[in-house]
């Protein structure tokens, strides 16, 4: 069994006190995240750069593509990058951790150069389909082997349907980047579930029973399919840690002793403080799936996914 691959997560901001959004990041920085991710058991990961101003962005890509290519535990460890923004959508509750001053429409110039900074690392990125025209930078990048997943969206049906008829393949944390209080029916987590298994979409949660209730996970895990569901963390810098003040990307997140990384006035989420292993138990004490199903979840699928399973 100990030839077995960890776990690999697909959407990792940072960890055990490391900000992979920052604008300073250093290679001790981004080689103590890999050891201590390494240490609990993560083989792979995604580092996620969230929303910014374009030229930020990029700039921290290049930096964490450089960091990486200078240290065999990186290149390891990270498997490649995850883009999260900028191209989401503004309304009133969908952001989360993304400043809205730095959203913007999907365009193919400004996809581009975002893949141009990723030097060929780039695995996923997350936008909202409704603000893709004519679903353009969806059918630029899935050309060109990149995963694309929607997140922080409000698609309609229509408009995600041709979403992944354009080459979307994904949802990211779903049952996340909407708004706490939705339309009973017709609501973004109704409408990606009624897709997934029409059209083998993959679906990803975070599983740290607070994003979303353990019940409620497992009616999702149910209706979306264990083979086509993927668990991530969507760690940030206190993943691996305990409570404290970090940092993810402008932010400053203040993490009790709850370990729930909240926006200063608590009303959203920071991205998560929980690691692999948390998810793991959480998954067989509270939802009761076996290893099997948990190493499917959290190990198999999540390199399927992308391309190197």
Known sequence: MTDQPGYFDLQLNGYAGVDFNTDNLTAEQLHLACEALQRDGVSGCLATIITEQLSVMCARIRAIVSLRERD???????????????????????????????IRPADPDAARALLD????????????????????????????????SAGHCDPTLDQLRAAIDAGLTMFTHLGNGCPPVLHRHDNIIQRALYLARRTRLWCCFIADGVHIPPFALANYLSLAGIE?????????????????????????VTVGPDMVARSPDGSHFL???????????????????????????????????????
């Open 228 to 252: 086509r569901s993927i668990v991530v963390t969507d760690g940030t810098a206190p993943s691996g840690l305990g409570p404290g003040t970090y940092s993810l990307g402008r932010w400053r």
């Open 72 to 102: 065999e535990l990186a290149r390891r460890i990270i498997a490649g990058l995850h883009i999260e923004g900028p191209f989401l959508t503004p309304k009133s509750g969908y952001p989360g951790a993304h400043p809205v001053d730095a």
């Open 271 to 309: 991205g998560s403080a929980s690691t692999m292993r948390d998810q793991h138990r959480i998954l067989r004490d509270q939802l009761g799936l076996d290893e099997h199903t948990i190493r499917q979840l959290t190990c198999l699928n999540p390199r399927t996914a992308i391309g190197m399973g």
């Open 117 to 148: 900074a990723c030097n060929g690392l780039l695995r996923v990125l997350t936008l909202a389909p409704e603000h893709d025209a004519s679903c353009r930078v969806i059918r630029f990048l899935a050309e060109r082997g990149v995963v694309v």
